[in-house]
């Protein structure tokens, strides 16, 4: 199995990187994880557990209240709040109870009507129950698949082997100073935004410190407040022709004025080393989600590659092709 890459975890790095350079830590891994394929898209949240609202025994599932002798049971209510979702109001818990009840009981109150009005006999009607019948079995087949899954030495196996991708990779820690250009494609704006970088550059070459300099000149609004300091990161977390200049740089060096895609900098490397891994706990729910959503990907592929699938809509194709494994690190951009 492909571990996930930890540089989509949240670093203590500036927030120049984070805003401007590299793609923010959440972002990135819900992109690599939501290319798990078209029936992921819509599967239940990776958590592993099977949902709250499963019916239990009578015992532990009281009758809350009772709509024209129907009994509403307390795991009713759970069901109504998963599927309404954020759409219940904010209010208090009592309040929150008092309105799942409401919306049960009209939900059956309406119930009653379509049935006198014969409405389940409607094709339309049966349907859309067969595709929610077939949409809660997805659900649950994915549920239980990532639960399955979900072990701790899934988990280990997952962290050692990301561990040993890294071990060699180096990162360097940088400062920069930025000088926007808005539009590229505006040479008179590159060309002032360079010479704002030279004339930095020659202060800095002249003995000023490089952080005083990045605070009283960067364009970049967090640099303004430390210096310009981007923290520690990988040649693959940054823009490449940022990159390229700062992993040539030896400790203490400061760049000549270096072109990107947000305007000119001036890089100085503050250190390099080997790329640190992060704890088996800072991972943790992070390997956690790759965990399950990998082992509902497989299922889906191994279903898919079993099926026959055709497309009647258009001309005849090669078959689908498999989900996306969240398996290669995105590269930041």
Same mark, same amino acid.
């Given at each position: 199995? #492909?571990?996930?890459?930890?540089?989509?975890?949240?670093?203590? #790095?500036?927030?120049?990187?984070?805003?401007?350079?590299?793609?923010?830590?959440?972002?990135?891994?819900?992109?690599?994880?939501?290319?798990?394929?078209?029936?992921?898209?819509?599967?239940?949240?990776?958590?592993?557990? =099977?949902?709250?609202?499963?019916?239990?025994?009578?015992?532990?599932?009281?009758?809350?209240?009772?709509?024209?002798?129907?009994?509403?049971?307390?795991?009713?209510?759970?069901?109504?709040?998963?599927?309404?979702?954020?759409? &219940?109001?904010?209010?208090?818990?009592?309040?929150?109870?008092?309105?799942?009840?409401?919306? *049960?009981?009209?939900?059956? *109150?309406?119930?009653?009507?379509?049935?006198?009005?014969?409405?389940?006999?409607?094709?339309?009607?049966?349907?859309?129950?067969?595709?929610?019948?077939?949409?809660?079995?997805?659900?649950? *087949?994915?549920?239980?698949?990532?639960?399955? =899954?979900?072990?701790?030495?899934?988990?280990?196996?997952?962290?050692?082997?990301?561990?040993?991708?890294?071990?060699?990779?180096?990162?360097?820690?940088?400062?920069?100073?930025?000088?926007?250009?808005?539009?590229?494609?505006?040479?008179?704006?590159?060309?002032?935004?360079?010479?704002?970088?030279? =004339?930095?550059?020659?202060?800095?070459?002249?003995?000023?410190?490089?952080?005083? *300099?990045?605070?009283?000149?960067?364009?970049?609004?967090?640099?303004?407040?430390?210096?310009?300091?981007?923290?520690?990161?990988?040649?693959?977390?940054?823009?490449?022709?940022?990159?390229?200049?700062?992993?040539?740089?030896?400790?203490?060096?400061?760049?000549?004025?270096?072109?990107?895609?947000?305007?000119?900098? &001036?890089?100085?490397?503050?250190?390099?080393?080997?790329?640190?891994?992060?704890?088996?706990?800072?991972?943790?729910?992070?390997?956690?989600?790759?965990? &399950?959503?990998?082992?509902?990907?497989?299922?889906?592929?191994?279903?898919?590659?079993?099926?026959?699938?055709?497309?009647?809509?258009?001309?005849? #194709?090669?078959?689908?092709?498999? =989900?996306?494994?969240?398996?290669?690190?995105?590269?930041?951009?």
């Amino acid at each position: 199995m #492909t571990p996930p890459p930890f540089s989509l975890l949240p670093q203590s #790095t500036g927030s120049m990187r984070r805003r401007c350079i590299g793609l923010g830590a959440a972002f990135a891994l819900a992109t690599s994880l939501a290319a798990s394929g078209a029936a992921l898209a819509q599967a239940p949240a990776p958590g592993g557990a =099977a949902p709250a609202a499963a019916p239990a025994a009578a015992a532990n599932d009281p009758v809350v209240a009772k709509v024209n002798g129907i009994e509403v049971r307390e795991s009713d209510l759970v069901l109504a709040e998963e599927d309404v979702g954020q759409s &219940i109001p904010a209010a208090t818990p009592e309040a929150k109870r008092d309105w799942l009840i409401n919306y *049960v009981a009209d939900m059956l *109150v309406l119930a009653k009507y379509a049935e006198d009005h014969k409405l389940p006999e409607a094709a339309d009607f049966k349907r859309r129950i067969a595709f929610l019948r077939n949409k809660a079995l997805m659900d649950s *087949v994915l549920r239980d698949t990532g639960k399955a =899954a979900l072990t701790n030495e899934a988990m280990r196996s997952v962290y050692s082997d990301a561990v040993k991708q890294m071990a060699d990779e180096q990162e360097v820690h940088a400062r920069h100073i930025l000088f926007r250009v808005p539009d590229a494609s505006d040479e008179s704006a590159s060309k002032a935004a360079e010479e704002k970088a030279k =004339a930095a550059l020659a202060r800095i070459k002249k003995g000023e410190d490089f952080a005083t *300099v990045a605070k009283a000149l960067t364009e970049d609004p967090p640099g303004k407040q430390d210096g310009g300091d981007l923290g520690y990161f990988t040649k693959d977390q940054m823009v490449p022709e940022f990159s390229e200049a700062a992993f040539k740089l030896d400790k203490g060096q400061v760049s000549e004025p270096v072109k990107s895609a947000f305007g000119w900098h &001036i890089i100085k490397i503050e250190d390099k080393r080997k790329r640190q891994a992060p704890e088996f706990d800072q991972v943790k729910d992070q390997i956690e989600t790759f965990v &399950i959503r990998k082992s509902q990907v497989d299922l889906l592929n191994k279903l898919r590659a079993e099926a026959k699938i055709e497309r009647l809509d258009k001309p005849a #194709t090669a078959s689908p092709a498999p =989900a996306d494994k969240p398996a290669a690190e995105p590269k930041k951009n």
